[in-house]
């Protein structure tokens, strides 16, 4: 199975390259992070009396963009809601819902453990509890290593460079390569925008692309699936 798609990041614009092969698809953990303390007044509540749920979440969405940093993964903090939400009241509860992704499996783990000890700290320290709820998660899939370098070799051939880099995202591929050789080649995304009304990839980026990608599929069909 093969896939052309955009890359819907940063990285090969970066490069100064029109389009890279792809490793495979990170693994993901994502889990929805409550944490517990006690609503108060705002004015009249002393800052070291306080058991504030916000802070506990907030300090941990600090510490969760360290673990992404170290990782060589990703951590994403995506959404944090306060209750009551009310200006004049300490946040009696936050729920943060948290996004890692990594390509390879034990990096993946030992970010979780690290996320793990991060909000039971943050939470600790804050007077808070805190229970986290795993609501979805994926091993890592890596592609066919013959492919992926088949696939670099192609875009070499019309970007000057076989990068090859990991796909953040999802794909057809992800779901394929449990059952068949599987390989991607991506396109440069305009400042690396995805998700979003201005995402855009410039004609000369997909027509490289593209001519890559025939390269790669003209390959598989004369010679096979390369070892």
């Known amino acids: 199975y ?3 798609h955009i890359e819907q990041g ?5 490069e100064g390259l029109a389009c890279g092969a792809v490793l495979g698809t990170m693994g993901v953990e994502r889990h929805r992070v409550t944490f517990e303390g006690r609503s108060a007044h705002a004015g009249s509540t002393p800052m070291d009396r306080r058991r504030d749920a916000g802070v506990a979440a907030a300090r941990a969405m600090v510490g969760l963009q360290e673990i992404g940093e170290r990782s060589g993964g990703v951590c994403t903090a995506g959404r944090l809601d306060l209750e009551p939400g009310v200006v004049t009241i300490v946040p009696g509860q936050a729920v943060l819902v ?3 992704r990594h390509l390879e499996a034990q990096a993946l783990a030992s970010m979780l453990d690290a996320a793990r000890a991060l909000w039971e700290g943050t939470a600790s320290k804050e007077g808070c509890t805190v229970e986290a709820e795993r609501i979805w998660g994926i091993e890592p ?4 290593h013959g492919l992926v370098g088949a696939a670099g070799r192609a875009c070499a051939q019309v970007a000057g460079s076989a990068h090859e880099l990991p796909s953040g995202a999802l794909h057809d591929a992800s779901e394929l390569a449990r059952i068949t050789p599987t390989a991607m080649v ?3 995304s305009a400042g690396g ?6 995402e855009d990839t410039p004609e000369e980026d997909l027509t490289a692309a593209i001519i890559a990608f025939g390269l790669l599929v003209r ?3 004369d010679d096979g699936v390369p070892g």
């Open 10 to 14: 940063p990285v090969l614009e970066a």
């Open 219 to 221: 390959q598989v069909i």
């Open 186 to 188: 991506f396109a440069a």
């Open 193 to 198: 925008v995805s998700h979003a009304p201005d």
């Open 98 to 100: 948290v996004d890692q």
């Open 141 to 144: 899939v890596p592609f066919h």
């Open 2 to 4: 093969l896939e052309l």
